[in-house]
């Protein structure tokens, strides 16, 4: 890959991370992180459009696949990181696999220690 060919490889994640973060809400992660969820984005992207069968040609095309692929990273992401969340509904905590009661507002979340104690 030539230097050029990298810099367009760069700016290309950079974009498609920027804008995933954009679309998801999110905002951006910073120029690295950006650069870095597009080029996984792009990857993931790029193997998703070819196994449906979609040609991305082009830098608009590019852009677009890796866009596609960084949004279902950042969704795969969060749905990781919410495994620790849990969601208070009254006295009931829905997302925990252990029985704890809170007495927080209705629909707030935050994390929870399980500690078998406090039951």
């Known amino acids: ?6 810099i367009i490889f760069l700016l290309v994640g950079a974009i498609a991370g920027w804008l995933a973060g954009l679309i998801t809400k999110g ?7 950006d650069i870095v969820v597009g ?3 792009s990857l ?6 070819g196994l449906l ?3 991305a040609g082009g830098l608009i095309g590019s852009i677009i696949a890796a866009v596609v692929g960084a949004i279902i990273l950042i969704a795969i ?3 990781i990181k919410a495994v620790g969340t849990a969601t208070c509904w009254g006295n009931v905590v829905v997302g925990s696999r252990y029985p704890i009661y809170c007495d927080l ?3 707030s979340s935050h994390r929870i220690s399980c500690d078998p104690k406090t039951w």
């Open 1 to 6: 890959m030539t230097l050029t060919g990298i």
């Open 27 to 33: 905002g951006g992660f910073g120029l690295i992180g």
């Open 39 to 41: 080029i996984i984005g």
């Open 44 to 49: 993931i992207g790029g193997w998703l459009f």
């Open 53 to 55: 069968g979609i040609a």
């Open 77 to 79: 992401v969060r749905l």
């Open 105 to 107: 507002r209705v629909g």
